[in-house]
């Protein structure tokens, strides 16, 4: 955790409300230029991802419960298939945004977009955190030795010796 570098906790704490703002900004601001749902999610996820090296891993697993995550990438996907299935239900064809709205397709254009851009954005905040935590809660198996941070790597001359020859190796 980050109590003994106070400097590193300060300076990233004030961090975090720009970066989630700015990963709004790209959110809403995707179908007018660049940016959109995968790349806000991105920035969200990293927001969230710097702010659990702070609080520690184990205290963001309790803020960011599986289940809740779990869920939350479900409803992305959701959305995103929702949007589609509404369009066919309103006559149009499968994501046919001018469908959504009948009476001005331009609206419908901006809500259907809207909506997709936020499923892939929950998507992919989503899935970025899963990986994260995955990664970060990994521990090596009981018959996987841990290894030894007090322990000095080998000199070149003896790696040769360190790494055992491949057997049947052509």
């Not at 996907?77 to 001018?98: K, P, Q, T």
Request: no cysteine; charged share 15%; hydrophobic share 50%.
């Amino acid at each position: 955790m980050m109590r003994e570098k106070p400097i590193l906790r300060v300076v990233s704490k004030n961090l975090i409300p720009p970066i989630m703002l700015f990963a709004l900004y790209v959110q809403f601001h995707g179908d007018f230029g660049p940016g959109g749902g995968f790349q806000a999610g991105v920035i969200f996820a990293s927001a969230f991802i710097l702010q659990s090296l702070i609080i520690g891993v184990a205290e963001a697993r309790r803020v960011a419960r599986s289940a809740l995550v779990r869920s939350l990438l479900a409803f992305g996907g959701i959305l995103y298939i929702g949007v589609g299935f509404a369009a066919v239900a309103m006559g149009g064809n499968f994501l046919d945004y001018d469908a959504l709205d009948p009476h001005d397709p331009v609206h419908g254009q901006h809500l259907g977009i809207l909506l997709i851009e936020l499923g892939v954005g929950i998507t992919v905040a989503t899935a970025m955190i899963t990986i994260f935590f995955t990664f970060a809660g990994y521990e090596p198996l009981p018959s996987e030795p841990a290894p030894d941070p007090n322990r000095e790597a080998p000199e070149r001359e003896d790696l040769a010796q360190a790494v055992p020859p491949h057997e049947g190796r052509r």
